[in-house]
């Protein structure tokens, strides 16, 4: 069960399993987040 604590972000986000995982992207390091 991963959970995101990223500081680019207002809020943690988090990604409960059996779920198709969100794409986030961070607006600091453009990098994609699975």
Known sequence: MPVLVL???SQP???PPGLKP???VSPALKLPVL
Do not use: M, Q
Request: charged residues 0%; proline residues 22%.
């Open 13 to 15: 986000v988090f990604t």
């Open 7 to 9: 500081p680019v972000f």
């Open 22 to 24: 969100p794409v986030l």
